[in-house]
């Protein structure tokens, strides 16, 4: 069965953090044993990732995230790049430290400085492009939905499903990338006024919702009605959905 889409737009602006940023290996960090010697004997993640927001301590902390496998070369570079800035005084703000950069940076009304800082120092990263549309879009007399200026203000107001459509009206406008495959914009309005109506499976307001709601196989009816009022499964799909109960070939949901 089809996913749903999800209703919530991200924005997001790329500004590297040690620890918690771009281009750090999560399988990698899974793997380091503590405490960290070379990093003042951080004994948690959350400990190193304090000791590296450092700006004193950031090089090193760089250098180690490269020799482990944690950041490659490239990163690694830019990263040291990032410090340097830090340390010349050239950041958004004057920021001082990766999470002040980061919190300075989720500020809607800066988009524009943190956009330029990311580009010169090598963030070429699909967030940044995202954020460059956004930018775009202000620059142009767009506004944001419901005048959010964060990016967990904006997070909270399109996680309300009462406000999908004019979240999803923003993403349109802004030609932003909503991540969905399977579904296409006038779909994804149509789910939305659904919901908004109560009209959604088990009464289902977002896609991980409706998913755990959709998995239980005495919902299955449900949720293809759903899907056909949609107009994301056609008829025949239906059909072959509810003959096999959802289960494809071996048993496994199709």
């Not at 958004?92 to 120092?121: K, M, R, T, V, W």
């Not at 004019?166 to 914009?185: K, N, R, S, V, Y």
């Amino acid at each position: 069965m089809k996913k749903f889409p999800s209703i919530a737009v991200f924005l997001i602006i790329a500004i590297l953090s040690f620890f918690t940023g771009t281009g750090i290996a999560t399988a990698g960090i899974e793997d380091v044993t503590y405490p960290v010697a070379e990093l003042g004997g951080c004994e948690s993640q959350g400990e190193c990732r304090v000791y590296c927001d450092d700006t004193d301590n950031i090089s090193e902390c760089i250098a180690f995230a490269e020799e482990h496998d944690l950041m490659s070369s490239d990163d690694a570079e830019t990263a040291q790049k990032f410090a340097d800035s830090i340390v010349a005084g050239e950041t958004p703000g004057g920021c001082n430290s990766p999470l002040a950069c980061e919190n300075y940076c989720q500020n809607i009304s800066n988009i524009n400085e943190c956009l330029d800082f990311a580009e010169e120092n090598g963030h070429e990263v699909p967030e940044v492009e995202e954020a460059r549309k956004i930018a775009r879009y202000l620059n142009d007399g767009g506004v944001m939905p419901g005048g959010c200026t964060s990016q967990a203000s904006c997070e909270t107001y399109c996680n309300d499903i009462e406000n999908g459509a004019e979240c999803l009206d923003f993403a349109l406008e802004a030609d932003l990338d909503i991540g969905d495959d399977d579904l296409d914009p006038e779909q994804m309005r149509r789910v939305i006024n659904l919901m908004q109506q109560g009209e959604s499976p088990g009464g289902c307001t977002s896609k991980e919702q409706c998913e755990v709601y959709c998995k239980e196989e005495g919902n299955i009816g449900e949720c293809v009605e759903f899907g056909v009022k949609a107009g994301f499964i056609d008829d025949n799909e239906a059909e072959l959905i509810r003959k096999t109960g959802g289960k494809g070939p071996g048993g496994g949901d199709s």
